[in-house]
């Protein structure tokens, strides 16, 4: 098996492509690794993609060079919301974990000239897979279990609502004299 194999949904494989066609030339970092991963992508449509690939919007645990674990989202570009929350695909390593299955290494060179290895570890969301099983939920059965739409807060119950007193007509305005 090609250690560079990857599984691209349609709209990943799209972009990356964009993204290829838009480097600056020979000279771009991101180029070569956007070249493994196009020429050895297995694309799928998003319906079919494993529930243990990292896909974008995916949320992974990985490691680089065996270090501590890490949990990102795989993000399309820089986001500017908390700091380490996302790892944009125009970075290196988050472009590295686009496709890989868990259990799988992705080694590339850094801008120091440097190589690393990116293993995922786990994905924690997928948003296919969390796609296809809220359509299962759906179309289930009715007499089949569902998982709770609500879910009660605790102590939510033991907190009952003020009484407000009302007059004897059942009007609780008392007009503009209590100002």
Do not use: W
């Not at 691209?8 to 990356?16: E, G, V």
């Not at 820089?78 to 868990?102: Q, W």
């Not at 007499?143 to 907190?159: A, C, Y």
């Amino acid at each position: 098996m090609n250690p560079d194999a990857c599984i691209l949904t349609t709209k990943d494989f799209t972009i990356l492509e964009v993204m290829r066609d838009r480097c600056l030339g020979t000279d771009d970092p991101l180029k070569p690794i956007l070249d493994r991963k196009l020429g050895s992508a297995t694309v799928m449509f998003r319906e079919d993609v494993p529930v243990n690939v990292a896909t974008l919007s995916s949320r992974v645990t990985f490691s680089v060079n065996g270090r501590d674990s890490d949990s990102r989202i795989i993000s399309h570009d820089r986001m500017h919301s908390s700091v380490g929350l996302f790892l944009p695909i125009t970075t290196a390593r988050g472009l590295a974990l686009m496709g890989l299955s868990e259990g799988q290494e992705f080694s590339l060179t850094n801008s120091d000239g440097e190589t690393e290895r990116v293993l995922l570890e786990r994905v924690l969301y997928q948003p296919e897979a969390a796609k296809r099983e809220k359509e299962a939920i759906v179309g289930m059965p009715a007499g089949m279990p569902r998982k709770p739409n609500l879910r009660v807060i605790r102590g939510s119950l033991q907190d009952s609502p003020r009484l407000v007193p009302t007059g004897h007509d059942g009007f609780d305005d008392p007009g503009p004299s209590a100002a």
